[in-house]
């Protein structure tokens, strides 16, 4: 029986530490950060949040801010770390054990793939990973699952396309993970270049359909997960050409799937879905930004102990 | 008859948007905020104000910072876009769709003239422009005209001399154009070189007089409101250094005015106001800056409906 | 007799200006902090807190900050001064002027000597010297007693070494005025070329030693403060390399010295304590940054009158 002090004091860092149970809580939870939301709390009163982002972000740091200010406490940190110590030469490890000192809880992003892992064996304060390297990003897995059960109803039951770059991108790698603990059907789909990074693909438990057409998949789908096509990553600039224009999701596009199709992305795009698609109903993907807040108020709010 | 709810769920966009009686509303209510500054206020308890600052600037982002933070609310934010997802290539609409997921009211500098515009058509929440490009910055007006009311009672009445650069300083564009619902008479003082934008000019309704001699005019006003020259404007730099002089004040240029002469600049300034006037009780200009924080505070609260 | 009161509205901007009696109450207001930390306070509600930050810095900035969020107070203020108005040329004296019509109080660190005598000559709200330059930094010196103190017991009565740089480094030569206040032996331990900073050295009023060998004078210290030997400081890169490596601080070394030595460094490091020295009894420059916070909220707490 999972219970809310299980979480007390706890790292949020990858998504292969939660099992079904631990993640239907954290959803539960934030599904109440709803109505707290809805009005001042208390909850985090005289506690200080600190984000240590070591990359540029708008949406995760602004998300994790958001989500402690809302939950009564205050926020400090630094989001660039040219005005930090860490251009004097100080490790990692050093600022952290530093920034704890000040902190109750601490999020983080930085481009190596180990450094919240690192980062949490030199704190004594909890540690939430908002995005190590190309590793994983698991809050960020936790919000769109509780986007889709909050579109759906429920998760399990679900036919779930992943579309766009499956090898690079990190949201797509906790995601997939994550839908592990669920009764889902997934299809992947991807340029071949681009294909479900190996290490992931051979972890994945449900039944996977890959392919590289969305049009023909898109009427199966309950739920189309879309990311940006990297231009950077192709070497033959006629193959990206080619590619990228396959993966256009316009109006006629969304409705070639099913009228009910909860479309997604973790943004930001650059214009892998147009415009024209945000006013359809359809269109999920600022909707989801705003679960992030209650994600991450559940999140903070457990790992404080602040709930019962 | 204006009243609070009028500005509910409103934005802030440009002095055009107000008449006579909006402006009385607003500067009413900017003058009970003195006393809101006084103790801890909870009026916006439990409301987050993001920042979206996409040019550098110290005034206005704290101004809106300390304005929320005195009533009781949360800021969040950026002041560097190189740190956010703006250089990923996301346009201004995507931005702001996704910041008012997280904040209740947006405050933006852009240097684009119609970014405030494209913010508030995106967003669902109020947008206050705090500067578009060598546009608007109508928060500004607002506090200038504030402190010229607390300064001398009346606006109506006054002889105002607007001095400097009034081709391409924004602040004496909305400035003029809010004092065109005042009963005042103005005076434009300006190299010729630097005169009053044409399609400001051309709006304005009140007695206008033009010179280029501010030991002349200066007798006659009740408020001269000054600006910076900017060198990089000019192609002949003797030209420059003769002009730049003709408007540098110092206490005898102060001393050729009225008693009461209320000596205002948006600030900052490099020396077109000498430092020796600072103590002079016709100097306005940094008591000018705490009426900005009052104005922003009941914008703030109008437009959040945390005011009756 | 030293009360509260006598902090109200001063500044805090070197260690010169005080005596024992100001030193005692300000480690005894810090220590009352303790308590304050535990749970939300209001000390400070409704009052705002300008970081005026010209360098960078993680720990000064995020220690500010930190402790007046722990007095329910609110931040704002700028950590890198290109994104504000000086930029625009704006000098230190007007962006102080500014920024006190929004803050209560400015804790600032600058580069030049004399930056926080002149922005207190400007400013009519207290200013906390953050830093300034290679002159002082009170607020570290403070923190190091009460670190001191808090591991002692008592400060009067210890055999105190100064270690490294004590030529450029600030931080050691506020601590030794600081110290000149109490019953102490120092021991001054560099580099002769990085010799305690003349000026400072003749105002000593203590016992002083002088020596350069860490490894004899160890087992006379009751604490040993390290700092950083800076190898831009050399000439002759074999110098540096020599004199380097006689202060690395390792387990073997620290086992020289008495069982209850604190060994303190104002961080950041880089190699001169190693790492394997973090879980000794005696590694106190991490307990040493909470204390920062501790002696902050009481500074700022006294200065804006919130204590009795």
Redesign the interface.
Known sequence: MVKASDFKGKDVLSMRDYGRKEIDFILSEATKMVKVAE????LC??K?L?VV?FE????TR??F??AM??LGG???????P?????????TL???I???E???DIIAMRHPETDSSERAAAAASVPILNGGSGSGEHPTQALLDLHTMKYAKGDIDGLKIGLCGDLLYGRTTHSLALALNHFDVELYLISPKELAMKEDIRRDLKMKVNEGTDLAKVIPKLDVLYDTRIQKERFTDPTKYEELKNAYIIDPVMVKKGKKNLVLMHP????NEIT?DV?SMPNAWY??Q??H??YVRMALIALALGAVK
């Open positions: 009005k001042p709390s208390t009163s005289g200080v600190a982002f540029p972000s708008t949406r602004l998300s801010e958001t200010l809302r205050g926020v400090t940190g630094f989001s660039d040219s005005a930090s110590s860490v251009k004097k030469g100080e490890e050093d600022t054990r530093t920034v000192c000040y902190a943004l930001p795009r650059v415009t945000d600022f909707r930004v705003k992030g807040v």
